[in-house]
């Protein structure tokens, strides 16, 4: 969904979605150009193939025997592990499972792909390690609270993480969601602001295609005759009706529709009452300018004050002056629609299944591995009340970096959007790894 920009932090996006692949000649081609040219490279991990349906069925598991297993060669975190037992985990007692299994097994549908060569396998934890762990929770039914935590406890090992000096990491903890637009398929009266899909002549180019050193690092352009350049900003493609790609939606107000490419995904809510997704799809491959810094430079608010809400009472006050003040972030968002399925469960993450709500996170994965459960330990938004839950590592986002960095899913509509923009929390985690497998570790 790729997690996702925090409303408090106006984060740079969070990236997912499949992409382009050009041959090693182009990438070659490129590479140098855009790096010049100073198009942004992109490190999150694109999803791999997403599971069958979010029912669970046991047989659909389908965990494979372990001398059928095939791993890539494991790559090492740059995290530093210590293990613990799980008293160490701040209110571990209090934490209610009793709705989390879906969720694990879920999980355990990502962990169990087969393996392959996308990004998101090489930033996924390692799949040998999990299979006795899935395995045995495919075989098994847990319906309390206890039951689920017996076996947590039974298969799972704590690791604290720790920072580069060997202490316990703390880092910040910001929130995303999935918000609710108002749209239409065609443009006209109140909707006048596009969505679009990608556009088919940008051009995604994996640079460890080229260099495997370069695995992970990518960069988007366009062709201009035999040459590569960095692909049309935000208000290049509003300016000529030329470059504008198809859209998907016209919505009815600006700031909502820039706000959902912020979050990166979001509901669109038709005039006959029919409910659409638009997930991420790609982006222009532009760095993230914040449109609240913009606001504050000019004098037109206090930075403090530069909130969705007052950024749409501005935009109220000065329609004239909305798409400049949009312009001022290069960076565009492309959709692609889909079916909300499950109205419980938010779009898929940069892990390829959909987020569980308020117990998906986003992570760095030079650190924690995609897929894998952490515990962590923070505070609600704007508050000191403990938050302190299993969750799972889901998703990536271009500002969750470092270790501890944590971007916590509150879910879909307004409340989640409350929830999600006033928090801006201290925070430490503890990966949860299967025994006897050593310290923990990605492909």
Same mark, same amino acid.
């Given at each position: 969904?790729?997690?996702?920009?925090?409303?408090?932090?106006?984060?740079?996006?969070?990236?997912?979605?499949?992409?382009?692949?050009?041959?090693?000649?182009?990438?070659?081609?490129?590479?140098?150009?855009?790096?010049?040219?100073?198009?942004?490279?992109?490190?999150?991990?694109?999803?791999?193939? #997403? *599971?069958? &349906?979010?029912?669970? @069925?046991?047989?659909?598991?389908?965990? !494979?025997? +372990?001398?059928?297993? /095939?791993?890539?060669?494991?790559?090492?975190?740059?995290?530093?592990?210590?293990?613990?037992?799980?008293?160490?985990?701040?209110?571990?007692?209090?934490?209610?499972?009793?709705?989390?299994?879906?969720?694990?097994?879920?999980?355990?549908?990502?962990?169990?792909?087969?393996?392959?060569?996308?990004?998101?396998?090489?930033?996924?934890?390692?799949?040998?390690?999990?299979?006795?762990?899935?395995?045995?929770?495919?075989?098994?039914?847990?319906?309390?609270?206890?039951?689920?935590?017996?076996?947590?406890?039974?298969?799972?090992?704590?690791?604290?993480?720790?920072?580069?000096?060997?202490?316990?990491?703390?880092?910040?903890?910001?929130?995303?969601?999935?918000?609710?637009?108002?749209?239409?398929?065609?443009?006209?009266?109140?909707?006048?602001?596009?969505?679009?899909? #990608? *556009?088919? &002549?940008?051009?995604? @180019?994996?640079?460890?295609?080229?260099? !495997?050193? +370069?695995?992970?690092? /990518?960069?988007?352009?366009?062709?201009?005759?035999?040459?590569?350049?960095?692909?049309?900003?935000?208000?290049?493609?509003?300016?000529?009706?030329?470059?504008?790609?198809?859209?998907?939606?016209?919505?009815?107000?600006?700031?909502?529709?820039?706000?959902?490419?912020?979050?990166?995904?979001?509901?669109?809510?038709?005039?006959?009452?029919?409910?659409?997704?638009?997930?991420?799809?790609?982006?222009?491959?532009?760095?993230?300018?914040?449109?609240?810094?913009?606001?504050?430079?000019?004098?037109?608010?206090?930075?403090?004050?530069?909130?969705?809400?007052?950024?749409?009472?501005?935009?109220?006050?000065?329609?004239?002056?909305?798409?400049?003040?949009?312009?001022?972030?290069?960076?565009?968002?492309?959709?692609?629609?889909?079916?909300?399925?499950?109205?419980?469960?938010? *779009?898929?993450?940069?892990?390829? @299944?959909?987020?569980?709500?308020?117990r998906a996170v986003a992570v760095d994965t030079r650190y924690v591995p995609l897929g894998t459960p952490v515990y962590l330990a923070t505070t609600m938004p704007s508050s000191s009340q403990p938050l302190r839950r299993l969750?799972?590592?889901?998703?990536?986002?271009?500002?969750?970096?470092?270790?501890?960095?944590?971007?916590?899913?509150?879910?879909?509509?307004?409340?989640?959007?409350?929830?999600?923009?006033?928090?801006?929390?201290?925070?430490?985690?503890?990966?949860?790894?299967?025994?006897?497998?050593?310290?923990?570790?990605?492909?």
């Amino acid at each position: 969904m790729a997690a996702k920009l925090s409303l408090l932090q106006f984060n740079p996006l969070p990236i997912a979605g499949p992409l382009l692949r050009r041959s090693k000649p182009l990438a070659a081609a490129a590479m140098a150009a855009l790096l010049a040219s100073c198009a942004s490279v992109d490190e999150t991990p694109e999803p791999g193939e #997403p *599971p069958a &349906d979010i029912d669970i @069925i046991e047989q659909s598991l389908n965990v !494979p025997p +372990l001398d059928r297993m /095939r791993d890539s060669a494991e790559r090492k975190l740059a995290a530093r592990f210590v293990p613990v037992g799980w008293g160490a985990l701040p209110s571990w007692q209090d934490d209610d499972l009793s709705r989390l299994w879906p969720v694990f097994i879920n999980n355990c549908k990502g962990l169990m792909r087969p393996t392959g060569g996308s990004q998101v396998q090489q930033a996924r934890a390692t799949p040998r390690a999990w299979q006795p762990v899935c395995a045995a929770a495919a075989s098994v039914q847990p319906l309390t609270t206890a039951e689920i935590r017996g076996f947590l406890e039974q298969h799972l090992q704590p690791w604290r993480l720790l920072d580069d000096g060997g202490k316990p990491a703390r880092n910040t903890v910001t929130g995303y969601y999935e918000p609710l637009v108002r749209g239409a398929r065609k443009q006209g009266g109140q909707y006048q602001w596009p969505l679009y899909q #990608p *556009p088919r &002549d940008l051009l995604t @180019i994996d640079l460890g295609g080229v260099y !495997p050193e +370069l695995a992970g690092k /990518r960069i988007r352009g366009k062709l201009d005759g035999q040459r590569v350049v960095p692909y049309d900003t935000r208000a290049e493609i509003a300016a000529s009706a030329d470059r504008q790609p198809p859209a998907i939606v016209w919505v009815d107000d600006p700031v909502e529709a820039f706000f959902l490419q912020i979050q990166g995904s979001g509901r669109v809510e038709l005039p006959d009452g029919k409910v659409i997704r638009l997930a991420y799809a790609d982006h222009n491959g532009r760095p993230y300018a914040s449109i609240g810094r913009w606001l504050a430079d000019r004098g037109e608010l206090p930075l403090a004050q530069t909130s969705m809400q007052n950024i749409k009472a501005w935009a109220r006050r000065n329609p004239g002056r909305v798409q400049e003040m949009l312009n001022a972030n290069p960076a565009m968002v492309f959709f692609r629609e889909e079916r909300v399925a499950d109205s419980d469960f938010g *779009p898929k993450g940069a892990y390829g @299944i959909p987020l569980a709500t308020a117990r998906a996170v986003a992570v760095d994965t030079r650190y924690v591995p995609l897929g894998t459960p952490v515990y962590l330990a923070t505070t609600m938004p704007s508050s000191s009340q403990p938050l302190r839950r299993l969750v799972f590592a889901q998703d990536t986002g271009a500002a969750i970096t470092g270790a501890a960095r944590t971007d916590f899913f509150w879910g879909f509509g307004d409340e989640a959007g409350a929830l999600a923009g006033r928090m801006k929390q201290n925070g430490e985690m503890w990966v949860l790894w299967p025994k006897h497998a050593g310290a923990p570790t990605a492909r």
